[in-house]
């Protein structure tokens, strides 16, 4: 198949062409580098295409649909924080941009499309592990507004032109090649005073955590071996951990000894932020799909990985 990925130059992304490139596939990025890197792709040579554009030029992301048979669709705002204070990033960058890719795919007769959507659609659930048919959903960050609002855009798709969609409603996404998150933020935070580590609100914060690669695998899985024309899938672990435990981990794989950890205070980290998340992930492994590492696991695998690719030393 040809697969086209919008922001394949990004964390997940890039490991997603990785492993669609291992299984056979033609793959061809569409990027607008903004948080993308070159060098996440350029192991590739001339295996891929890359797309140098932004998702709000439509008549360039029609261009992009030649010859595809499935977008995955994962370009979008990476900083959820971001949406405080710049309010319509995530319409744009997010809601806008999907749009495009959908009328694009209509008018180009492409049918298939997996979205990496986000386990902040939920909210603050009141279900805990909280499987996909929960509701009513009502996201408290714009962020998560915006990952909903494609989510419907998308199904209304395929209620209309006769799309077939995956919806992957991502846990937190960690591991090589990580840009920002937690553990990314404690690693610079330690570079800059090894004495000393600032944790946003109190710590209990407690959320599920997926290794990346287990992610990409698991959307390749799914868009193969699921057939539904809405086909909806939790991606995550079946624990959480919590951010005074990733303080503790990050501190452990630096070496450090005598860190304090300092917490601001408050049930969260930022507004919009939801301090205890944690997916059911029961229908991913009912279709064949396992985790190599739970939440724990992913985050330490992260912090010695991100310490080799930043190096506390530095």
């Known amino acids: 198949m040809h697969c086209l990925v919008t ?3 990004g964390f997940i992304g890039s490991h997603l062409v990785d492993l669609l490139l291992e299984s056979g596939h033609r793959v061809s990025v569409f990027d607008n580098f903004s948080s993308g890197r070159r060098d996440f792709l350029s192991h590739h040579g001339d295996n891929i295409k890359i797309i140098e554009g932004d998702l709000l030029d439509l008549d ?4 992009a649909m030649d010859g595809i048979d499935i977008v995955y669709h994962l370009a ?3 900083d959820i924080r971001l949406g405080t204070t710049v309010t319509d990033t995530d319409l744009n960058q997010g809601t806008v941009a999907t749009y495009n890719v959908l ?4 008018i180009g007769g492409v049918k298939k499309i997996a979205f990496a959507s986000s386990s902040v659609v939920y909210g603050e659930a009141e279900v805990m ?3 996909e048919d929960y509701g009513p959903l009502f996201p408290i960050s714009l962020y998560g507004a915006s990952k909903l609002g494609c989510e419907a855009l998308i199904t209304s798709w395929v209620g209309t032109f006769g799309l077939q969609a995956w919806l992957f409603r991502f846990a937190n996404i960690v591991g090589a090649r990580g840009t920002h998150g937690v553990i990314f933020d404690f690693i610079h935070k330690l570079r800059a005073d090894p004495n000393r580590l600032e944790v946003l609100g109190n710590g209990r914060q407690e959320k599920s955590y997926m290794e990346v690669m287990d992610c990409a695998s698991a959307m390749i899985h799914l868009t193969t071996n699921t057939d539904d024309a809405i086909n909806y899938f939790n991606l995550g672990s079946d624990d959480t951990c919590s951010v005074r435990r990733i303080a503790e981990i990050v501190i452990e794989e630096s070496g450090l000894s005598d860190v304090s950890i ?3 205070g408050g049930d969260r980290g930022w507004a919009g932020d ?3 998340a944690m997916l059911d992930p029961t229908r991913m492994r009912d279709a064949g799909f396992s985790t190599n ?3 724990e696991g992913a985050v330490r695998y992260t912090a010695k990985t991100l310490m080799e690719e930043i190096g506390l030393d530095e």
């Open 7 to 9: 922001g394949g130059a």
């Open 274 to 276: 939801v301090p205890k």
């Open 293 to 295: 590492y739970n939440s």
């Open 76 to 78: 979008a705002n990476p």
């Open 103 to 106: 009328e694009s795919m209509r």
């Open 129 to 131: 592990p909280t499987p």
């Open 262 to 264: 300092d917490y601001t």
């Open 60 to 63: 360039a992301v029609k261009a």
